[in-house]
């Protein structure tokens, strides 16, 4: 589901959980040009804050 942030709608974060971990790593990313090398991987991203003690998952709702 692709949504713009132009939909005006409220944003809302949900846990991520091993049900969704998987339509989370497919998502496809597209970084604005020239920023291919600032943005991570989905499944990278996880796999760091999986091993931080100071960090939380969230998915913004509706996109997952």
């Known amino acids: 589901m692709t949504k713009s942030v132009d939909d005006r709608q409220p ?18 990313q597209t970084p604005p040009e020239g920023q291919h090398m600032a943005v991570a991987d989905n499944a990278v991203v996880i796999a760091q804050v999986h091993f931080s003690d100071n960090s939380w998952m969230r998915a913004i709702e509706g996109w997952v």
Do not use: G, N, Q
Not at 12 to 28: G, N
């Open 11 to 28: 944003i809302h974060s949900k846990k991520i959980t091993a049900e969704s971990v998987l339509d989370i790593c497919s998502m496809i």
